[in-house]
């Protein structure tokens, strides 16, 4: 039996382990891919106090070696229920099951897919959710990224320092991420931005081939290698019956991290708020462990 049993080792859920490990719980996390979460995709963090520049993956192994020489068990598996069995709760992976006192959701969100057909078909063959992962295979080539947010930003950005041609397909014609990221991209000759547009087909039988691009004016189809989808992210959580979520999904929690739910506790960019940063993640992480552990000693905690 576990005190906290923590689902998903990005920057809250394992910042929520170094906090419950050092108040002493029995702690266990489960993570269905690798640590570090959506970090692990970003090569150069500038914003995370006392670490003027980190890349992702270093800065997520530096947490998660900080909660493993703490204690913290790792399990590598895919939580896929939560049962509420009141003072306890059953948390079942794809493999196996594990019994805890208190729950931690902090599974943050999964990127969000145009949803057209072909898109899944072709993921990995032309297709792709991450430029740092893939970006090199479409060295001298030409590839299109879709999405107006700062994450479309940076991919361009990092993109067009390795293709021949990028086009940068927005829906509307504002962006709605960092203007100097836009400046500094519109200054590049191998960039040309299609805005007012949307991704209509994805066309291709073994690989990506071609995309169709509606705009008010015109419907058109682009030759492209590569397109880069960055159109955001969304949340997951619906393995716990009767946890209350917004209208979008994310859990209805507020700055206490606590849920409707008993001895559940939500952390990082899963649950309603409004700015999505690693440093809110990591805050998440140290509320909602403080939160499990006053739970679990009856609501008493000494804070320091
Ligand atoms: P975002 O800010 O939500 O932007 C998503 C973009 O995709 C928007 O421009 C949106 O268009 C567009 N979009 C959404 N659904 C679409 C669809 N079905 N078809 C076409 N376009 C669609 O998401 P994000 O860029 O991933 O950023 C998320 C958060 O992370 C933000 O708070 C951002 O500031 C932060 N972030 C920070 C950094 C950093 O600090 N280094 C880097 C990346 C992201 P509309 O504009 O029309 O809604």
């Known amino acids: 039996m576990y005190d906290c049993l923590i689902i998903g080792a990005g920057p809250a859920g394992l910042t929520a382990a170094i906090y419950a490990r050092r108040a002493n719980k029995k702690v266990l996390v489960l993570e269905s891919t690798t640590y570090g979460g959506q970090i692990i995709n970003t090569l150069d963090i500038e914003n995370y106090p006392a670490e003027s520049k980190i890349s992702g993956i270093d800065l997520a192994k530096k947490m998660y070696e ?102 940068l397909i927005h829906r509307r014609s504002e962006f709605r991420g960092e203007e100097k990221l836009v400046h500094e991209l519109e200054k590049k000759a191998n960039v040309e ?69 008993a001895g559940v506790f939500v952390a990082g960019d899963n649950r309603v708020k409004q700015t999505r940063q690693i440093v809110t993640a990591t805050a998440d992480g140290a509320v909602a462990a403080t939160a499990a552990i006053k739970y679990l000693n009856g609501g008493y905690y000494a804070t320091h």
Request: a negative charge.
């Open 193 to 261: 931005f299609v805005l007012g547009a949307n991704i209509t087909k994805i066309i291709g039988e073994k690989k990506l081939e071609k995309i169709e691009i509606t705009s008010e004016k015109d419907v058109k189809t682009l030759d492209v290698d590569g397109l880069f989808v960055a159109i955001g992210r969304e949340p997951k959580n619906d393995f716990l019956k009767g946890l209350k979520l917004d209208d979008s999904g994310y859990v209805a929690a507020s700055e206490d991290c606590k849920t409707n739910i």
């Open 66 to 167: 900080q909660a493993r020489s703490l204690g913290a068990d790792f399990e590598f598996e895919k939580a896929v229920e939560i049962v509420d069995n009141g003072e306890t709760k059953l948390v079942k992976t794809e493999d196996d099951e594990y019994e805890a006192k208190t729950v931690i959701i902090a599974t943050g969100t999964e990127t969000r897919k145009l949803g057209l057909e072909n898109e899944d078909k072709l993921t990995g063959r032309g297709v792709s959710y991450c430029a740092t992962c893939d970006g090199n295979f479409y060295k001298g080539k030409t590839v299109a990224v879709a999405g107006g947010g700062s994450s479309a930003l940076y991919e361009a950005s990092y993109l067009s320092d390795i293709v021949k041609k990028l086009y």
